[in-house]
């Protein structure tokens, strides 16, 4: 791990940060100001009178209390696309581009293995998306408190966030491992981020109708189980190391690839 | 023990390009000229040396260390100009200076200071709208501010003006004097002419000349343009002569030693100009290049 590598990619990168969180900010604040007590039966007929639209972004069940409506509406849709997008984007500037444009050269031409220049641009990755969900919670939490005088629980909340990171782990190890792998952007980047657009689609379509369920069994996003986790289900808890496991795995394969093949540098 | 050795290596691409065979070695001091056409493979054998791939039979080492294994201790030793100018272009010049020093992990910036007077860069502006030179002298200063033992310079000269060119000649002369071993890629003569000690020939991935500067030098032949009054000396010249070519009056002429011969024929014709030059590389290397076409 090089130091200051890290921090010329924070330096040159904050700028997307940022962004992300204004958009997070916009979209979170909204979502938890839409929360009224009241409102929720509106919501519920809403939802019954149009269940497909609704089930294909994860919010079948809108729920009673604002924990629930918020893994309904953030944590089946909002929550993971956003932070994918902010991974992709990542993953091409920290390493996609470095080999297909060739400045990687530089980086290389100094007395630092490859393992740790991989191992630095996956920390700034990874340390992106860790920022991102700490803050979405710290977020949350503030303006629900702010807003209303019912309080979340917060075990609960904090574990389907653990469920989220996982999420966002397996996400960005996997995309950083085919961003490491090919040689081009379109293929380096196109299958990572591909692959974690591919899998919100399928997730989305398997709610909709009970006929292609079955295709749950295609996406990695069925490890993540919000409503599952804020009941500490065994099978839930068990999914979610799953997703971890699998970053691991993705990151070890990475580190493997990147450190033996030829670069076209 | 030689500070550079490349045995036998092979990288195929497919299609004959890549790399067959090559094999040299470099001892301390040297400077090397890597000379060839484009896509000849020099650039392939010098990515091969810093690490960025792996040969697929033979072995590449850097005093001692293998260059792929090993990379990150061979890295310290070595100054490296990659070939094509890829930098990270949301930082300023200096910056980028700055940045790849701690990189290297150098305390003393003195030497690239130094480098960039010498090279009249001013790199404060961004990088992305530098011209091609510009870049090209941050490449250079990079490469040569960490005052490493071996230098690993891929077509340095590419995109500098004649004067910078001369500037750089400088540079590797004064290097050379400081005992750095170099190897320098090129296609340019001149600069190879005035810097190296020995120099490789590649062309379509095979080593086809080995020779020193001296070699090359001593087996230099001069290059005569006569241009005579009358045409019918012209001819009777050339039967003296049958290895030079007619042009109506003038007279081509290629020739090693003999000059006062030369010069006691030619006294005996009417003479209306003459010109003396030494044959350059290019034309020494005219049949290594153009040969089996």
Not at chain 1, 14 to 31: D, P, V
Not at chain 1, 200 to 210: A, G, K, T
Not at chain 2, 132 to 156: C, N, R, S
């Amino acid at each position: 791990m090089s130091m200051v590598l890290f921090k010329r990619e924070w330096k040159s990168n904050y700028k997307i940060f940022l962004i992300f969180i204004a958009i997070m900010t916009l979209y979170e604040s909204i979502i938890v100001a839409m929360y009224d007590p009241k409102l929720g039966e509106s919501l519920n007929m809403m939802a019954e009178s149009m269940p497909q639209l609704f089930a294909a972004f994860g919010m079948t069940d809108p729920g009673l209390t604002l924990l629930d409506f918020l893994t309904n509406y953030l944590y089946g849709f909002i929550l993971i696309i956003i932070p994918l997008v902010y991974i992709m984007i990542m993953c091409h500037r920290l390493m996609a581009r470095y080999i297909d444009k060739g400045s990687m050269a530089y980086l290389l031409a100094t007395p630092h293995k490859r393992s740790d220049i991989f191992i630095t641009q996956l920390c700034v990755l990874l340390s992106g998306v860790i920022g991102l969900i700490v803050y979405s919670v710290v977020l949350i939490l503030g303006c629900s408190s702010m807003m209303f005088h019912e309080s979340i629980d917060i075990a609960k909340f904090l574990m389907t966030n653990v469920g989220l990171l996982g999420v966002h782990f397996f996400f960005a190890s996997f995309c950083y491992l085919t961003a490491c792998s090919f040689n081009e952007v379109k293929l380096s980047i196109g299958i990572g981020a591909g692959v974690g657009v591919i899998s919100i689609l399928i997730q989305m379509l398997s709610q909709v109708s009970d006929k292609i369920e079955f295709l749950k069994y295609f996406t990695p996003l069925t490890l993540f189980d919000a409503k599952g986790l804020q009941v500490y289900d065994q099978q839930s808890l068990l999914c979610m190391a799953g997703l971890f496991a699998l970053a691991v795995i993705c990151i070890v394969i990475g580190c493997m690839n990147f450190s033996k093949r030829d670069l076209p540098l | 023990m030689s500070v550079i050795k490349v045995s036998h290596i092979t990288k195929d691409y497919g299609n004959q390009r890549g790399v067959f065979d090559v094999s040299f070695e470099m001892n301390e001091g040297e400077v090397l000229g890597f000379l060839g056409p484009n896509g000849s493979g020099k650039t392939t054998t010098i990515r091969q040396l810093m690490g960025f791939m792996k040969p697929d039979q033979g072995e590449v080492t850097i005093l001692g260390m293998d260059c792929f294994n090993d990379s990150a201790k061979v890295q310290e030793k070595v100054g490296y100009l990659p070939g094509e100018i890829a930098f990270m272009e949301d930082m300023s010049g200096l910056e980028f200076i700055r940045f790849m020093a701690k990189m290297k992990n150098m305390k003393d910036m003195s030497k690239a200071e130094e480098l960039m007077k010498f090279l009249e860069l001013d790199a404060r502006g961004k990088m992305k709208r530098m011209s091609k030179g510009m870049k090209q002298k941050i490449g250079i200063v990079i490469a040569f501010m960490q005052d490493t033992p071996i230098l690993i310079l891929d077509e340095p000269t590419s995109g500098l003006d004649p004067l910078m060119q001369n500037k750089f000649v400088e540079l590797i002369q004064n290097a050379k004097k400081a005992g750095k071993t170099i190897l320098m890629s090129s296609h340019i003569f001149e600069e190879v002419e005035n810097t190296c000690d020995r120099v490789v020939m590649i062309k379509e991935g095979h080593i086809v000349a080995t020779k020193t500067m001296d070699d090359l030098k001593k087996n230099r032949l001069k290059h005569y343009e006569i241009h005579f009054f009358d045409e019918s000396e012209a001819i009777a010249f050339s039967q003296k002569y049958p290895q030079s070519q007619r042009d109506k009056k003038i007279i081509h002429l290629m020739l090693k030693g003999h000059t006062n011969q030369l010069l006691q024929d030619l006294s005996e014709y009417d003479i209306d100009d003459f010109n003396a030059r030494p044959q350059s590389l290019e034309e020494l290397f005219l049949h290594y290049y153009g040969g089996e076409q």
